[in-house]
C-alpha cells in the first residue's frame, strides 16, 4: 500500500458515517449586509486601505493616464513596466510620460528577470475590483499582466474601477462566483509589503513593494 | 502598562434563573468543608437571612474536580456517583466556588460514563445548580444597605467562574450595591491566579510566577483587602501574599482576603462566623 | 548585496526531551527576567490588538461559531476532500504527494531537488517544515534552505527554532537582531533601526528570490473543490517563493482542507484578527497550478506535499479529533498565562503554547510530552479566544488521563500510559475510596481538624512561594450542625 492509501484508510476507519451538515454561511453574512452606496463603499475601501499605508488617488477615465504620468515623475521612476494588451495598457501606450520610460511586459519572466529584479522601478496592473469592508484590492493573474508585475519593482500602481468595489470578500466569492474557474493565481492585496517580526515594530517594504499606490476611477467624478 | 481586556461572554449561553426558593441545597465544597468554613457558613447565613432555607447534605464530600482535572476519570466517577443521592428535592443548589459549580453544571455529566440513567440525574442536577454569587444576584436579588465605612477594595474573579461560570461580572454588580465600597480594577485582570489545582503542585515554579505577578497587581490598586468568590484562589494569592510578609518581616498582612460572603455580610450588618471565633 | 549568511544552521533537532529535561527548561525559562518582560511585553500587545478587531461580540460569536462549523464540516468528510483535493490539483496541474512520515516527506522533496539538481531552496513561512525538521534534512544532503520570512530568517540565523507560531523572532530584541547581523551578514555595521534591519534582510534575500532554485511554502488552506492552495502572509516573501523560482512545493498537514471555496472567507478573517489583531493580511495568495501556456511567469511545477505525522491518530478520535480544526492563528499562546511565562522554546516542540500541548502529542507520541498537558492551570483563556472553539481545557484533561492510564496491549495513542506510575494512581484510588465514602470521609476530615496541629509546614510545591495550608479547627458542617 501507498502512502497515500494507508493515509486514507485510517481516516475512512474513522469517518463519521454521515458527514456535518454543510455550515450555513448566509445565517451570519446575511443580517450584516450594509446596503451601503457606491460612495460609501469608496469611502471604506479607502479608509481601509489607507490604513494599511497605500497611497489612494481617486481620478477619471479620462484623466488618469496624466495622473499615472505625475505620481510617476513626482516619485522619480525611472522605468514602469506594465501589460500592453489590456485596456488600461493600451492607453498607456498612447500617453506621454515625461520622466518615465513606459515598458510593456514581453516575453517570459526568465528573459526580464534581471531588469525586473534591479532595474525597474516600478510596476502597473489593472485590478480586478476591491473589498470595502478590509480595504483590499483584488487581482488576477493573466497573459497580459504576470504575477511579478505586482510583486518585485518597488512601488506597484494600481488601477481601480470604483464600480467594481464589493462589500466583503464572502460578496465577491459569491457573487462573480470565483469557485467556477479561478486563474493560476488570484491574489487580494492591502497594502504594501510589511512585517512587524523585529519587536512587533511595523516595518514597510519587506520583499514586496515598498509603495502602493491606487488609482481609482471613479465615473461620478469626484475628484478629491 | 496595557490591561487587554478578554471576552467577557462566558463560552456558554446565557441563562434564565428561577423565582425565589423556599429552599436551597448548599454545597459547600470539600475545600471549604475543612479549610476556609467561615466563608461557608456566612453564605448559609446570608442566604438564610433572606428567608431561605438551608438543606446542608451531610454526606456530601467532593464534586470530584481534583481527579478529574489531573486525568484520573473513573476517581472523579466514583466520587461523582456517590454524590447523585443528595439533592432529592427540586431545590436549587447552591455552590461557593466557581470551578466546584462549574464541575457540577459543566462535567458530571459527561464524567459520569455511559449509562444514560446517571447522565439524566447528572444533567437535573446541573441544570439546578447555581454560584453562590450568581445566585445572591440573580435569585434572591440581594440588596441590603451597606453599613460599613467607605472602602476600597479589589476582586479577582476564578478562572472557571469567569469562563464557565460567566459570573466576573456578578462580583462586581453586588460590590457596586453595596453603596460604600468602591471596587479597584487591577492590571491583567482576567489573567490565572496560576493556582489550578494539582498544578501549583506539579509546576510550582510556573505558578509560582503567575501568582506573584497577580499579587503584586492586587496590591497595586492600593485596595484594603483582596475579595473573592473562589476559596482556591483566595488561599493560593493570600497564602502567598502571606509568604511575602513573612520573608519581609511584615506583621500586618498586605493584602488580606476574604470570600464574598464573608465581606458582604459584614458589610450588612451581619456577623461573620470567623469574626466570632 | 549578494553575500551570502555565514552559517544557515537551523537550531539542533528536536531531540527526545524527558519530562526531567522539559522540566528544567521550563524552570530556566520562568526564571529569566529579560525573557519573562519581552513576552509579557509582546503578549499583551497581541492581545490588545486582537481585541480592538472584535469590537461587536455577537459578530465574533457568530463568526467563531460559522468557523467552528466549517472546520468540523470539513473533518467530518476529510478523506473525500483529501481526494476531491487531489484530483482538482492534478487536474490543474500540480502534483500531489502522500507522507505519513516527515521522513517520507523529506525524501520526497528532496528528491524533487535531486531533479533539478537544486543548489537553494528559498522558503516561505511553514510550520510543517519546521515539524518535519526540513532544513536540517536539505542540509544534510547538500541542499541550501533558506528562511525568507523575516522573523524565521533571524531565528535560522541566529541557530534557533521559532517561539511563537506566527512571530518566530518574537524572543529576540531588535538589540540582539542587530547584533546578529552585523556578525553573521558581512559588510552588515551594527544598526537597531529597525527600518534599516528590514532593508538589510530585503536585500540579502532578494538575492536569494531571484537565483533560488525550488521555493517552499506552507498552505493555510486547500480548497477541495477548485483545486486551490491559500496562503496568508504580509512580507511577500510567501509570493516570492511561489512565483519567482522555476519549482514551487506547498507542505500541509492533511487537515488543512475546506470543500467550498467561499468556505475561506469567514475562515481568512477569523484568522488574521485572531492571530494579529490585522482586519486583513497584507496577501491573501491563491495558487491554482502551475505557469500554463501563454502565462508569462509562475513555477513551471508546482508540488503538494500531504503530510499525516500522526494527526490521522487524532483524527481516529471523536474528542481529540477537534484538535484538526486548529488554523494555526497563535491566540491561543498569545492569550496564555503560562506561555507568556516561559516563552516558546521551553516547550521543546515544534508548536509550543496551547495548540502545542494538544498536538504534539500526536506527532510526537505522548512520552515526550505528556508533561506539557500538565503545565495548565486551565484557566480556559485559550479555549476562550481560539477562533474555531477548540475545547483546548478539555483535550488538556484527556491527555492527562492517556498519560495516566495503565499501559494498554493495544494503544489508541502512541506513549499511552507514558506517565503511568503505580503510586500516584494508587494515590489517587485511595483519593476516591474516602471521597466516595462519606461516612469514611466524615471521619477524615474530623481527624484533619481536630489533630491540624500536626499538619506538616512543607508542603512539595505550594510552601516554596506561600505560607501553608491548614486545616480549620472545624469543618463547615460542625459549624452547620452548631448554628443558632
Ligand atoms: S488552537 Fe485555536 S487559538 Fe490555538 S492556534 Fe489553533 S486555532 Fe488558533
Not at chain 2, 496560576?194 to 501568582?211: E, N
Amino acid at each position: 500500500m501507498s502512502a497515500r492509501d494507508r493515509i486514507l484508510t485510517k481516516l475512512r476507519a474513522a469517518q463519521p458515517a454521515q458527514p456535518n451538515a454543510m455550515p450555513d454561511l448566509d445565517a451570519h453574512y446575511t443580517p450584516r449586509v450594509r446596503g451601503e452606496s457606491k460612495a460609501e463603499r469608496l469611502a471604506r475601501f479607502r479608509t481601509g486601505i489607507e490604513s494599511f499605508h497605500a497611497e489612494v488617488h481617486i481620478s477619471s477615465e479620462a484623466d488618469w493616464p496624466a495622473l499615472l504620468a505625475r505620481l510617476c515623475a513626482d516619485k522619480q521612476v525611472a522605468t514602469m513596466l506594465y501589460g500592453a494588451d489590456t485596456p488600461a495598457g493600451q492607453r498607456l501606450d498612447q500617453a506621454t510620460f515625461p520622466a518615465t520610460t513606459l515598458r510593456p511586459w514581453s516575453g517570459q519572466v526568465e528573459e526580464l528577470k534581471a531588469d525586473l529584479f534591479h532595474r525597474v522601478d516600478a510596476g502597473f496592473t489593472q485590478t480586478r475590483g476591491a473589498i470595502a469592508e478590509t480595504g483590499t484590492l483584488m487581482l488576477w493573474s493573466s497573459e497580459a499582466e504576470p504575477r511579478t508585475l505586482s510583486l518585485v519593482p518597488p512601488i506597484h500602481f494600481a488601477l481601480l474601477d470604483a464600480d467594481t468595489i464589493q462589500p466583503t470578500f464572502f460578496d465577491v466569492l459569491r457573487t462573480e462566483n470565483w469557485a467556477a474557474g479561478l486563474p493560476t493565481n488570484a491574489l487580494l492585496i492591502s497594502g504594501p509589503s510589511k512585517t512587524a517580526d523585529i519587536q512587533q515594530t511595523l516595518a514597510y517594504g519587506a520583499h514586496g513593494p515598498k509603495e502602493l499606490v491606487v488609482i481609482v476611477i471613479n465615473a461620478e467624478g469626484d475628484a478629491q | 502598562m496595557s490591561n487587554p481586556v478578554v471576552s467577557t461572554h462566558a463560552g456558554h449561553q446565557a441563562r434564565s434563573y428561577p423565582s425565589r426558593p423556599e429552599a436551597v441545597y448548599f454545597y459547600g465544597t470539600c475545600l471549604v468543608d475543612m479549610f476556609v468554613p467561615e466563608a461557608g457558613m456566612d453564605a448559609i447565613t446570608l442566604l438564610e437571612r433572606e428567608g431561605i432555607r438551608v438543606i446542608f447534605p451531610d454526606n456530601q464530600t467532593c464534586c470530584g474536580q481534583p481527579a478529574f482535572t489531573s486525568g484520573f476519570p473513573e476517581e472523579a466517577r466514583q466520587v461523582i456517583a456517590s454524590q447523585l443521592d443528595l439533592f432529592p428535592g427540586d431545590y436549587p443548589i447552591v455552590v461557593p466556588s466557581g470551578s466546584c459549580g462549574g464541575m457540577i453544571r459543566w462535567h458530571w455529566e459527561k464524567v459520569i460514563g455511559d449509562d444514560a440513567a446517571l447522565q439524566a440525574r447528572a444533567a437535573a442536577i446541573a441544570a439546578r445548580t447555581y454560584e453562590f454569587a450568581e445566585f445572591l444576584l440573580h435569585v434572591v436579588g440581594f440588596s441590603r444597605k451597606d453599613e460599613g465605612p467607605a472602602t476600597t477594595v479589589t476582586l479577582h474573579t476564578s478562572c472557571s467562574a469567569r469562563r464557565e461560570m460567566g459570573t466576573h461580572l456578578v462580583g462586581r454588580e453586588l460590590l457596586a450595591r453595596l453603596g460604600n465600597v468602591t471596587l479597584a480594577h487591577h492590571d491583567h485582570e482576567s489573567e490565572c491566579c496560576g493556582f489550578g489545582g494539582t498544578f501549583s503542585l506539579k509546576h510550582p515554579d510556573i505558578s509560582t510566577a503567575m501568582v506573584t505577578d497577580k499579587v503584586a497587581a492586587l496590591k497595586a490598586t492600593g485596595a484594603s483587602q483582596l475579595v473573592t468568590a473562589d476559596c482556591g484562589c483566595m488561599l493560593n494569592i493570600t497564602k502567598r501574599a502571606a509568604k511575602e510578609d513573612l520573608d519581609a518581616g511584615r506583621a500586618k498582612p498586605s493584602l488580606p482576603g476574604e470570600h464574598l460572603a464573608t465581606f458582604l455580610l459584614r458589610r450588612t450588618g451581619g456577623k461573620p462566623a470567623g469574626d466570632q471565633q | 548585496m549578494s553575500h551570502q549568511p555565514q552559517q544557515q544552521s537551523s537550531g539542533q533537532p528536536i531531540a527526545f526531551v524527558s519530562a526531567q529535561a522539559l522540566r528544567a527548561r521550563m524552570h530556566d525559562a520562568v526564571n529569566d527576567p529579560h525573557l519573562r518582560q519581552s513576552f509579557r511585553g509582546a503578549m499583551d500587545f497581541l492581545m490588545a490588538k486582537r481585541a480592538a478587531q472584535f469590537p461587536d461580540q455577537d459578530e465574533l460569536d457568530s463568526l467563531r461559531a460559522l468557523s467552528e462549523g466549517i472546520r468540523q464540516y470539513s473533518l467530518s468528510k476529510l478523506p473525500d476532500l483529501l481526494e476531491q483535493l487531489e484530483a482538482n490539483l492534478t487536474r490543474n496541474g500540480v502534483k500531489v504527494h502522500w507522507a505519513e512520515t516527515p521522513d517520507e516527506a523529506n525524501a520526497i522533496m528532496l528528491d524533487i531537488a535531486r531533479r533539478h539538481s537544486a543548489k537553494l531552496i528559498v522558503k516561505g513561512k511553514s510550520m510543517v517544515s519546521e515539524e518535519i525538521e526540513f532544513n536540517h534534512a536539505m542540509e544534510a544532503a547538500g541542499v541550501g534552505a533558506l528562511e525568507s520570512d523575516m522573523g524565521e530568517y533571524i531565528v535560522q540565523l541566529a541557530g534557533e527554532k521559532p517561539s511563537h507560531i506566527i512571530m518566530p523572532a518574537i524572543h529576540q530584541t531588535k538589540q540582539q537582531i542587530a547584533k546578529l547581523f552585523a556578525e553573521k551578514i558581512p559588510g552588515v555595521d551594527y544598526t537597531d533601526n529597525v527600518d534599516a534591519l528590514i532593508r538589510i534582510g530585503r536585500n540579502v534575500l532578494r538575492d536569494k528570490f531571484e537565483s533560488a532554485d525550488i521555493g517552499l511554502s506552507g498552505v493555510n488552506f486547500a480548497v477541495a473543490e477548485t483545486g486551490t492552495l491559500c496562503l496568508v502572509e504580509n512580507e511577500g516573501n510567501g509570493r516570492m517563493c511561489t512565483t519567482v523560482p522555476k519549482v514551487h512545493i506547498a507542505i500541509t498537514g492533511i487537515e488543512k482542507i475546506v470543500e467550498k471555496l467561499e468556505h475561506v472567507a469567514p475562515l481568512y478573517s477569523i484568522l488574521t484578527r485572531s492571530a494579529t489583531g490585522q482586519a486583513v493580511s497584507t496577501y491573501f495568495n491563491m495558487i491554482s497550478g502551475p505557469r500554463k501556456a501563454g502565462d508569462k511567469d509562475g513555477p513551471e511545477e508546482v508540488h503538494l506535499v500531504l503530510l499525516d505525522n500522526g494527526r490521522s491518530q487524532a483524527y481516529a478520535d471523536e474528542q481529540l479529533r477537534k484538535t484538526l480544526q486548529c488554523i494555526r492563528c497563535g491566540a491561543c499562546m498569545n492569550h496564555c498565562p503560562v506561555y507568556t511565562r516561559i516563552g516558546g522554546h521551553a516547550y521543546g516542540t515544534t508548536y509550543p503554547g496551547p495548540i502545542g500541548k494538544i498536538i504534539s502529542p500526536h506527532l510526537m507520541g505522548l512520552e515526550q510530552t505528556h508533561l506539557l498537558a500538565t503545565a495548565s492551570s486551565l484557566c480556559g483563556a485559550c479555549g476562550e479566544v481560539c477562533p474555531v472553539k477548540i475545547p483546548i481545557p478539555e483535550l488538556l484533561i484527556r491527555l492527562r488521563g492517556e498519560a495516566n492510564s495503565a499501559p494498554h496491549a493495544n494503544p489508541a495513542m502512541v506513549g499511552q500510559g507514558a506517565a503511568y506510575d503505580p503510586k500516584i494512581s494508587f494515590v489517587w484510588r485511595m483519593w476516591a475510596r474516602l471521597y466516595a465514602r462519606p461516612a469514611t470521609y466524615r471521619a477524615f476530615s474530623w481527624l484533619a481538624t481536630r489533630f491540624r496541629a500536626l499538619t506538616p509546614r512543607k508542603q512539595s510545591g505550594w510552601t516554596a512561594a506561600r505560607t501553608p495550608l491548614q486545616p480549620a479547627s472545624r469543618r463547615l458542617r460542625d459549624m452547620v450542625k452548631d448554628r443558632r
